[in-house]
């Protein structure tokens, strides 16, 4: 069972994999591509602009990033240990900041400003 986590996005566009990973190294991550759309990935690889899913190595662990339209989906496992679920906060907050995203959260959507204050990531 894994936890998940949507950003939704005006005008059902949402973030290149280059927009996002660019906003990552602003909180510290240097993400790693290992798959698309199920199928092994080089690590310098851009997926295409159809892409569906992608399984990038963080500092902790694997976070999937799902693509529907208007809308990417965080995924992890549910047995995250806590430097994951911070890794999966900073690729939350990446792509919602890349696209100028909505977090859905239990109080409600926030902005990726917003959720870095309430999930205390930190620039370098």
């Not at 998940?4 to 994999?17: A, K, L, V």
């Not at 399984?55 to 047995?79: D, F």
């Amino acid at each position: 069972m894994g936890l998940e986590r949507h950003i939704h996005f005006p005008g059902d566009i949402t973030p290149t994999w280059e927009a996002i990973h660019g906003a990552l190294p602003r909180v510290g991550e240097s993400p790693v591509l290992r798959m698309i759309d199920g199928l092994p990935a080089f690590p310098d690889e851009i997926p295409n602009t159809g892409w569906k899913e992608l399984r990038i190595a963080t500092s902790a662990g694997m976070v999937t990033i799902r693509r529907r339209p208007g809308m990417l989906s965080c995924v992890v496992w549910g047995n995250a240990d806590p430097a994951l679920d911070v890794a999966w906060s900073k690729v939350v907050w990446a792509c919602a900041e890349a696209g100028n995203g909505m977090i859905e959260t239990p109080a409600g959507s926030i902005s990726a400003d917003q959720f870095r204050q309430v999930a205390q990531l930190f620039s370098e």
